[in-house]
T-cell receptor
């Protein structure tokens, strides 16, 4: 069975500091990993995905994520956080079925 | 370029009433997904369609829920009769192809409140 875990419900970071939102996964085959962001009263917006190739994936708004197969992780990172990055972040994994399994979400708060 | 369109954005109804949620996927996309989001259960896949055909409805909670996709540009999710525990935000998403590595694009959601 496939699953994804976001171990932190809440992450607080000061504006200008680097941020990391953690994600680990469990799959039986090759994973396909996605990050989405949800702003209040909005739908999920696609940030980036890893399918194959370079382990470091760059996405929208300056975000990037690193696929680590040995640690089964796909942490989301940004070098310098903005207040506008405050939102709910979802990691998702797919493995060949036609749907994605989403984590429970991590609420990021960037403090001015 | 219009994204996924959902209507209504908000729906308040009384227990026992029929509720119909609507979704227009991105033009040219041939996979469509219905999700439900609650605080307790997070984001759950209810059903998805490829080329208008339901592929997996194992996430539909019970027979009170039904979904249709009569054509490539329209889908409905119906709850009859509705119950307070159905209160949630319902999202529709579409994907260009049936290839699972393609990105799903989400609509703004319908916030359903059943009194």
């Amino acid at each position: 069975a496939q699953s994804v875990a976001q171990p932190e419900d809440q992450v607080n970071v000061a504006e200008g500091n680097p941020l990391t939102v953690k994600c680990t996964y469990s799959v039986s085959g090759n994973p396909y990993l996605f990050w989405y962001v949800q702003y209040p009263n909005r739908g999920l917006q696609f940030l980036l995905k890893y399918i194959t190739g370079d382990n470091l994936v760059k996405g929208s708004y300056g975000f990037e994520a690193e696929f680590n197969k040995s640690q089964t992780s796909f942490h989301l990172k940004k070098p310098s956080a903005l207040v506008s990055d405050s939102a709910l972040y979802f990691c998702a994994v797919g493995t060949g079925a036609n749907n994605l399994f989403f984590g429970t979400g991590t609420r990021l708060t960037v403090i001015p | 370029d219009a994204g996924v369109i959902q209507s209504p954005r908000h729906e308040v109804t009384e227990m026992g009433q029929e509720v119909t949620l609507r979704c227009k996927p991105i033009s040219g996309h041939n996979s469509l997904f219905w999700y439900r989001q609650t605080m307790m259960r997070g984001l759950e896949l209810l059903i998805y369609f490829n080329n208008n055909v339901p592929i997996d409805d194992s996430g539909m909670p019970e027979d009170r829920f039904s979904a249709k996709m009569p054509n490539a540009s329209f889908s409905t999710l119906k709850i009859q009769p509705s119950e307070p525990r159905d209160s949630a935000v319902y999202f529709c998403a579409s994907r260009m192809t049936s290839v699972y590595t393609d990105t799903q694009y989400f609509g703004p959601g319908t916030r359903l409140t059943v009194l």
